[in-house]
């Protein structure tokens, strides 16, 4: 089974700035790898597919990237409604969802 | 545009089998490429993979799983299903299902708002 070790668990940033989340594979996933929003109470959104594909209509400040087996998403000019939790997912071999990220705007 | 919509029962006792029916509009199951899925969120916690459906009729399973679970589709009417047999406490989670992208992929664009079932004696 190929593990997605993400982190960090949570963080807190301003508004402005730049946040990077990492998604770590426990093998090579040839960047079979999906990154969600989801906000409370709400299902997840689709923010990037192929590792660094942006799905249609989200906004240019996400951006997702590798490196070897590490995946980031990173969000520039944080805005408030960027307050959620993140989820990575791999789907090379069957689909596994990341622990989660919690990121709080101050 | 692309809607899918979770029901169930809402609670059912340890050992029951879950029914679950997705309803989508906006796109049809037999279309080449297409994929619905079932995923499941418990409280608080991380989303877990669960069961996929193509237009082919191909179906994929979670490992861990695959034992008690049955995923299906009616093409005609719009609908996919999903069963768990031998629910336990544990299993108490809200269920979406999703629809994979535009052009297919193994990635989930576009999800129902959730199903939550209760697992209690």
């Known amino acids: 089974d190929i593990q997605m070790t993400q982190s960090p668990a949570s963080l807190s940033a301003s508004l402005g700035e730049t946040v990077t989340i990492e998604c770590l594979a426990s093998?090579?996933?040839?960047?079979?790898l999906a990154w969600y929003q989801q906000k409370p109470g709400k299902s997840p959104q689709l923010l990037i597919y192929?590792?660094?594909s942006l799905q249609d209509g989200v906004p240019s400040r996400f951006s997702g990237s590798e490196s070897g087996t590490q995946y980031s998403l990173e969000i520039n000019s944080l805005q408030s409604e960027d307050a959620a939790t993140y989820f990575c997912?791999?789907?090379?071999?069957?689909?596994?969802f990341g622990s989660g990220t919690k990121l709080e705007i101050k | 545009q692309v809607t899918l919509k979770e029901s169930g029962p809402g609670i059912l006792q340890p050992s029951q089998t879950l029914s679950l029916t997705c309803s989508f509009s906006?796109?049809?199951?037999?279309?080449?490429?297409?994929?619905v899925g079932w995923i499941r969120q418990s409280s608080g916690k991380g989303l877990e993979w669960l069961a996929n459906?193509?237009?082919?009729?191909?179906?994929y399973y979670n490992p861990s799983l695959k034992n008690r679970l049955t995923i299906s589709k009616d093409t005609s009417n719009n609908q996919a299903f999903l069963k768990i047999t031998n629910m336990d406490t544990a299993d108490t989670a809200t269920y979406y299902c999703?629809?994979?992208?535009?052009?297919?992929?193994?990635?989930?664009?576009?999800w129902g708002q959730g199903t939550l079932v209760t697992v209690s004696s």
């Open positions: 192929d590792a660094s």
């Open positions: 906006g796109f049809s199951l037999s279309t080449y490429g297409m994929c």
């Open positions: 997912q791999q789907h090379h071999d069957y689909l596994t």
């Open positions: 999703a629809r994979s992208g535009d052009y297919g992929g193994y990635w989930f664009a576009y």
């Open positions: 093998e090579d996933i040839y960047s079979n």
């Open positions: 459906i193509w237009w082919n009729d191909d179906k």
